[in-house]
């Protein structure tokens, strides 16, 4: 217990060694120390932080005077990250419920491709065939109603199942 409370103590201590320590004077003549600069006014730097030297250029070509740091170069804060994250998960969640809708879409067509391949083959069989009526009697379908029946869908087959 006492060697891990003093563990956390040394790394607490150790967190601010390396920010830079400014030292002002405010409105009232009080000299402040922080680690903060203030927005304005004139400012003595008593301790410089580390400093990471700007990442040369590969190649060795780049102009003089030209900037070395890019954007791409800086971390990104918390807020970016998240916002990152959270539009890599939307583009994730699209490509999902896309991929989802194209499948439901294929099992659809795949399910009435199947029906209407079992119908023409009945019909095509020779065996009688009864559907209601608009009276919601049964009713034999003629050789002629069972042409009709059979070339429709034949076409729908040939429209829908490819």
Do not use: H
């Amino acid at each position: 217990m006492i060697r891990s409370a003093a563990a956390l103590l040394a790394l607490l201590t150790a967190l601010p060694a390396a920010a830079q320590i400014y030292s002002w004077k405010d409105r009232d003549g009080r000299t402040v120390y922080s680690d903060v600069p203030p927005p304005t006014g004139e400012v003595k730097v008593l301790r410089p932080g580390r400093v990471v030297p700007p990442a040369a250029p590969a190649n060795g070509d780049a102009a003089p005077g030209a900037g070395t740091a890019t954007d791409a170069a800086k971390p990104k804060s918390t807020a970016e990250r998240d916002l990152e994250f959270r539009q890599r998960r939307a583009a994730e969640a699209e490509s999902q419920a896309k991929a989802d809708k194209e499948a439901a879409a294929t099992a659809e067509r795949e399910r009435f491709c199947t029906q209407a391949r079992n119908q023409l083959t009945a019909l095509r069989s020779g065996v009688r065939i009864a559907r209601p009526n608009a009276a919601g009697e049964r009713e034999f379908l003629d050789d002629a109603a069972r042409a009709e029946e059979t070339s429709r869908l034949q076409q729908q087959i040939d429209q829908s199942c490819q």
